[in-house]
T-cell receptor
């Protein structure tokens, strides 16, 4: 099992709809989880961090964490064309104190 | 702009040459990370520093790669005897390690092309 897994996509979502991005991780004792957005040719930009089970909302973004299922997700409400990017899930691995990234999911918002 | 800067932004070099990249982190951040990213992949961990101490280096990283962070401020990443497989985006990130917070902020990256 890979340490952090994401569906590579592309995920196509109509403008105005909810985009749902998913991530699973292998380290059962991980405590810190992050979502980054990366536009083509640019570096990753931190958009959400989550540390506790449940939901965390920030504007149109909601991160969801379920540690029992080792699952973290990102919901984007009212999707806009500017949301089209690659979304990277990152997990802090307690065993070696490193942050490991998934391969990312490409999101395409259809106008 | 996250406050993390990298120099140069682009580097084209011939196979066998040495290259050095610089990263200036956010001033109060105590951790600095180097990653490498190729097309279609997520950032791959290379090494990281807590202040001036290099805490870990990826086992996948050959001895041609070395990094320093003198005085716990800026950091340099050197690649000796470059190979075409070294062509990638090299990313630097900094964070303030507090409690369970490991939020990292990335610089713009240095794109290396080895011809």
């Amino acid at each position: 099992q890979k340490e952090v897994e994401q569906n590579s996509g592309p995920l196509s979502v109509p403008e105005g709809a909810i985009a749902s991005l998913n991530c699973t991780y292998s380290d059962r004792v991980s405590q810190s989880f992050f979502w980054y957005r990366q536009y083509s040719g640019k570096s990753p930009e931190l958009i959400m961090s989550i540390y506790s089970n449940g939901d965390k909302e920030d504007g149109r973004f909601t991160a969801q964490l379920n540690k029992a299922s080792q699952y973290v997700s990102l919901l984007i409400r009212d999707s806009q064309p500017s949301d089209s990017a690659t979304y990277l899930c990152a997990v802090h691995m307690n065993r070696d104190d490193k942050i490991i990234f998934g391969k990312g999911t490409r999101l395409h918002i259809l106008p | 702009d996250t406050g993390v800067s990298q120099d140069p932004r682009h580097k084209i070099t011939k196979r066998g040459q040495n290259v050095t990249f610089r990263c200036d982190p956010i001033s109060e951040h105590n951790r600095l990370y180097w990653y490498r990213q190729t097309l279609g992949q997520g950032p791959e961990f290379l090494t990281y520093f807590q202040n001036e101490a290099q805490l870990e280096k990826s086992r996948l990283l050959s001895d041609r790669f070395s990094a320093e962070r003198p005085k716990g401020s800026f950091s340099t990443l050197e690649i000796q005897r470059t190979e075409q497989g070294d062509s990638a985006m090299y990313l630097c990130a900094s964070s303030l390690r507090t409690g369970v917070s490991y939020e990292q902020y990335f610089g713009p990256g240095t794109r290396l092309t080895v011809t």
